[in-house]
């Protein structure tokens, strides 16, 4: 058995996921960073409301769920945050963790907004999933759901 262990493994090799090899090259480390930095740029793009930011890094297929269990498309989330009753004043990611599955990643973590409603404050502390995929060599986001928390 000793003798067949090398084959075997030589035989199962190509089944184990490239992150293997990419753990020892760093490669997980960079691709994480760099959807760290997707997830931030997507607050900065809700706070100012720029949709052209938000249309290259949400996916055609967008599936969003909101805090509240409203579903949106792409369209009627980017209405959403083109609407004039809503007037961030901050918004931040925190605590995100990345998980990479091949071409797919999985960040969760906790989204915090507030500023103002139809005139009203609110504020909003929300834990999030966001799924990210990769295309080529960008990343984008098809879905993500979020829900209150007061923790």
């Not at 930095?37 to 297929?61: F, R, S, T, V, Y």
């Not at 509240?68 to 369209?75: N, R």
Request: charged share 20%.
């Amino acid at each position: 058995m000793r003798k067949l262990f090398p084959v075997l493994l030589l035989l199962a090799a190509p089944l184990f996921n490239t992150q293997i090899f990419n753990a020892q090259s760093g490669l997980p480390d960079a691709e994480k960073s760099r959807i760290l930095a997707l997830e931030n740029a997507w607050d900065q793009a809700a706070h100012q409301k720029d949709i052209p930011a938000l249309k290259m890094l949400l996916g055609p297929d967008l599936i969003y769920v909101d805090f509240d269990g409203k579903l949106m498309d792409k369209a009627s989330y980017l209405a959403s945050v083109q609407s004039q009753t809503l007037q961030p004043e901050r918004i931040v990611s925190e605590s995100m963790n990345v998980h990479l599955h091949g071409a797919v990643a999985v960040v969760n973590g906790v989204y915090r907004e507030n500023g103002a409603k139809n005139g009203k404050p609110y504020t909003l502390r929300e834990r999030f999933t966001d799924t990210w995929v990769r295309q080529q060599d960008s990343w984008i986001c098809v879905a993500s759901h979020s829900t209150l928390t007061n923790e």
